[in-house]
């Protein structure tokens, strides 16, 4: 999903309604990921229902501590705000969405994470799972000033009482699936 928001390749194949939706679904996926993650690293263990990081690691593995980390801890309330929940802290202005700085910030954090969870997994798991050489070359790679930026007539939510012309999660389905037709 960041290779493909770095570089939008399969825009000038699309119809420029399809490529927007599909701009959304790319921006959403990744944010939601990278939420869950961030939350894996910072999350204590519980038995009953949510995976951690310290699950899978040495007693000495130090979670992700947000107080500590300011930036880690911004851009995951901008995550909860902006993308995986209904609030009314979403907005429609572009310097308070999930930029390409945002997101490659997001890629340099989840990095050094999972590098710090490899270096201190429990001896029966395996660290190819954590996808270190991908996430390595997504951290190496540089912002393009061409990457995807959202386009300022789209909004999630309207934040006017006007109805503004939206790209909605419920849009997003149905013009995936126009695409594989």
Known sequence: ??????????RSKLESDVAEAVDDALLVAFCTHARNLLEFFF???????????????????????????????????????QINHLTYKRTDADNKKI??????????????????????????????????????????????AKGLRPAPERFFIPTETEVTNSTAPSDVGVNILRLLK
């Open 43 to 81: 999350r204590d263990p519980d038995t009953n229902y949510y995976a951690a990081a310290m699950d899978y690691a040495n007693p000495n593995y130090e979670k992700l501590d947000l107080e500590k980390n300011p930036n880690a801890k911004t851009l995951y309330k901008q995550l909860c705000a």
């Open 99 to 144: 930029l390409p700085p945002q997101r490659k910030d997001l890629i340099d954090i989840i990095y050094e994470q999972a590098t710090r969870l490899a270096r201190k997994l429990k001896s029966d798991y395996d660290k190819q799972h954590l996808h270190l050489d991908r996430l390595a070359d997504a951290a190496a790679a540089k912002i393009e």
């Open 1 to 10: 999903m960041y290779a493909l928001l770095r570089k939008p390749v399969y």
